[in-house]
């Protein structure tokens, strides 16, 4: 079901970014491309951050919307 609201959001991001690049007059492919290394470099980080802070966060809330949501 996540999947089902995700997937489209890499079209829709391009998309904003399309119209962006058309009312301010600047180049798509250098927004693709900056949106591009953020991603890998966020990709790339966040595990080491999420290991160094014991981040324990529970997805259950996803899967059972009543459940209270323990994150920390």
């Known amino acids: 079901m996540l999947l089902f609201f995700v997937s489209p959001t890499t079209a829709l991001g391009d998309s904003l970014a399309q119209k962006t690049t058309v009312q301010q007059k600047v180049s798509f492919g250098r927004i693709r491309l900056w949106a591009s290394l953020g991603f890998a470099v966020t990709s790339h980080w966040f595990p080491f951050r999420w290991e160094y802070y014991r981040i324990n966060f529970n997805f ?13």
Request: include cysteine; aromatic fraction near 16%; hydrophobic fraction near 40%.
């Open 60 to 72: 259950n809330f996803l899967l059972h919307p009543r459940r209270k949501c323990t994150a920390w």
